[in-house]
């Protein structure tokens, strides 16, 4: 009952653990999707609006990638365990969007023929890459709820989904490549630095932890003695 | 601006026009930036008066044109042409202008003119990505002779009755509906006529993905990309098919000739 980590937490950001910011959340995730129906139903996509489509789509793709990958390292240096609820949410809609990007491409872009879309994912070096990271993101979605936690083991499930880091390089060349075209990284760059921080803060991370070999108890868990069941649950049991 | 319709041989599709608003704010025009709705968005402030053309080079009679001048060199048409850009969509244009020609038979190339160079306006006062490392400035693009001297080849100074808007490429600039759009030049500033192929822009960014030809070509893939098909801006929704697209962009029997017996895979 008492546990005066999650209190604390709880009295400096009640916010993160109200019963509403979870939907809140959704709402927000949903936000885009909304839009991009109502701007495709309302012709206001501009010239192109196929082309319009794929490219936002991806671009929320990364940027709920991005997103995902933030959780746990702002968890930890915000000191504020209850952000871990959101990782799942946040995940699952990555990959929503990276579904609706492939969807749209093979709809809009190549009119849902098999035979033309198979032929361009293995012309286009970047096609290719961006379907691989889709394809890695599936696994990831599907046991993304507590049964298939429990069912796979923790461990197991835990480096089933380090994928996520392939995914968000796989990602990143997907989005160089489509932009090496014209020459133009602007935009690139700046996913590629928050990625860059945010895997290298994961890398500086562990090699500290390594360099405590005393620390048999991590001091995130000490932080949290008391296994305060559905936060433990929704982190996915680990740093992720 | 006041034109008559054009009377070169398929210099007039018959196809449907695209919408002004798509055919002004969906664009590629670099030195305003990268995505489509850049040009009309910083273009604005671009001055297209005065303006000078200066044509030089293998020409017994050098001379800089001012745009007024130019603008009275010959009448002007008006052309509908089908633009298919490299990146897999089209569009039906009615430009106004004249040949080219017009002004190359002014200035009397010498014989050493085997190609013309187009230089284009690189200012960084009014051209916010000049200076960005997307291309080497200025945009420079290049014709063969034969191909400068084609009646379909077109000095551009207006489209769908009007002045050229800034993001189209104003106050001139070329259209040489056979090749993909990055061939036409826009805000043009010198023509030079040389004995060497110019070191066109794209060649020196990207060689192995755009070619000095260039010339729409269904055949010849993009290495990145399938050219078979192309989308056609304003056509059908969103949900519409692409169109197949045609050997020199449907000007088969009107340019064809120019490449009789040359492999256009290798010279793409």
Known sequence: ?240 | LTAAASTVAGASTMEKVTAYDDATTYNNFYEFGTDKSDPAANAGKLKTRPWTVAVEGAVAKPQVFDIEQLLKLAPLEERIYRLRCVEGWSMVIPWIGFSLSEVIKRVEPTGNAKYVEFVTLADPKQMPYVGSRVLDWPYVEGLRMDEALHPLTMLVFGMYGEVLPNQNGAPLRLAVPWKYGFKSGKSIVKIRFVEQQPRTAWVKSAAQEYGFYSNVNPNVDHPRWSQATERRIGEGGLFAKKRPTLLFNGYEAQVGQLYAGMDLKKNY
């Not at chain 1, 937490?9 to 109200?18: C, F, G, N």
């Not at chain 1, 799942?88 to 491409?105: P, S």
């Not at chain 1, 190549?110 to 293995?122: E, S």
Request: charged share 15%; glycine share 8%.
């Open chain 1, 1 to 240: 009952m008492a546990n005066p980590a999650i209190a604390g937490a709880a009295r400096k950001k009640p916010l993160l653990l109200h019963p509403a910011a979870k939907p809140v959340l959704l709402a927000l995730l949903l936000l885009p999707l909304a839009y991009l129906v109502w701007a495709a139903a309302t012709d206001s996509l501009g010239a192109n609006p196929a082309e319009a489509l794929i490219r936002r789509s991806g671009d929320w793709t990364l940027r709920l990638l991005c997103a995902t990958l933030a959780v746990t390292p702002l968890r930890v240096l915000l000191k504020q365990p209850a952000l871990a609820r959101f990782r799942r949410m946040l995940g699952v809609a990555t990959f929503g969007y990276a579904l609706l990007h492939f969807v749209c491409y093979a709809v809009l872009d190549q009119g849902l023929d098999l035979g033309v879309i198979l032929k361009d994912i293995a012309k286009r070096p970047f096609i290719l890459v961006g379907t691989a990271a889709l394809l890695l993101m599936a696994p990831l979605a599907l046991t993304s709820f507590n049964r298939a936690i429990k069912a796979l083991g923790a461990a197991r499930w835990q480096r089933l989904h380090k994928g996520v880091y392939a995914i968000a390089l796989l990602a990143l060349l997907h989005f160089f490549w489509m932009k090496a075209g014209k020459n133009d990284f602007g935009e690139w760059s700046i996913y590629a630095a928050v990625i860059a921080a945010l895997l290298g803060w994961r890398v500086w991370e562990a090699r500290r932890k390594a360099a405590q070999p005393t620390a048999g108890v991590a001091p995130a868990a000490a932080k949290r003695p008391v296994r305060q069941p559905s936060l433990a649950r929704e982190a996915g049991e680990g740093q992720g």
